[in-house]
């Protein structure tokens, strides 16, 4: 079974290879198709990152992101708010998914655009009304994701479908980890090189197991959906010229720059 599994372009359809690190240089053994789909078979095509191959999201969701709010306590008292009695879930669409590197651009309709960096769990298959002790078997794996969130539209809006579901508000990647233990690893953000935000997924109200059974309940979850599991206090704005960086402990970095169009 494969540990880290990459999505990638080197300039033609994306494709998909594991992740083998050597040093300070990372290769990708390309595989014949997508692993949501198909067994897991290598070609024999090694490439190396960088030199035209470039990271893409790890994975588009054919139907959704279900994203998770106030699942921290320290995140839920900073901004005022009390500790949800049960899981607080919203939608992003999957147009708001883009990846390592590309840039998170700021909306015309905000001024306060926030970044937060969370867990993110890849459904591997269909699943409705899993249970906790089973949910695990339906992950395929995990993923470092940022919930950026216009602050002033989530204010104004009630809901928060535009506050969180603009184009780029999803930034995900840089692959996806297979192997990964959610209970207790460090989840952390920077910008511009300084540390915002440094928690822990053992501090989450509702873990990881839990988000994927009661979500089910409600919405069947398909292969390549997307779970976001909250994030840990620390949060802030953004502004154009920024570089964000949100890290998951056991995966890696997904680093993005800030830019508004003109």
Avoid at 25 to 45: I, K, N, S
Avoid at 212 to 218: L, Q
Avoid at 224 to 246: F, S
């Amino acid at each position: 079974m494969p540990v880290r599994i990459a999505r990638f372009t080197t300039g033609d359809d994306p494709r998909y290879g594991l992740v083998q690190q050597e040093g300070d240089r990372t290769f990708l053994a390309v595989l014949t198709g997508d692993p949501l789909y198909m067994p897991v078979t290598p070609t024999g095509e090694r490439l190396e990152l960088g030199d035209g191959v470039r990271l893409l999201a790890p994975v588009i969701p054919r139907s959704k992101v279900v994203a998770v709010g106030r699942n921290y306590a320290d995140h839920a008292r900073e901004m005022g708010n009390e500790v949800p009695s049960r899981p607080m879930v919203f939608l992003k669409p999957n147009t708001s998914v883009v990846g390592p590197d590309d840039p998170i651009v700021l909306p015309d309709f905000s001024q306060e655009v926030s970044y937060e960096a969370e867990l993110a769990v890849v459904i591997g298959r269909l699943a409705k009304d899993v249970s906790p002790e089973a949910a695990p078997a339906y992950v395929l794996g995990y993923t470092v994701a940022n919930d950026v969130t216009a602050r002033d539209a989530q204010r104004t809006d009630g809901q928060w479908a535009r506050a969180k579901g603009f184009d780029s508000a999803c930034p995900l990647g840089p692959w996806i980890d297979t192997d990964l233990n959610p209970e207790d690893v460090a989840v952390r953000s920077r910008v511009n090189g300084e540390t915002k935000q440094d928690g822990r997924t053992s501090d989450m109200v509702f873990d990881v197991a839990y988000l994927v059974s009661y979500i089910s309940e409600a919405m069947t979850l398909l292969p390549g959906d997307v779970i976001l599991t909250g994030t840990p206090a620390g949060v802030g704005l953004i502004d154009v010229g920024d570089r964000v960086e949100c890290e998951v402990e056991g995966i890696g970095v997904l680093s993005n720059p800030v830019l508004r169009r003109g």
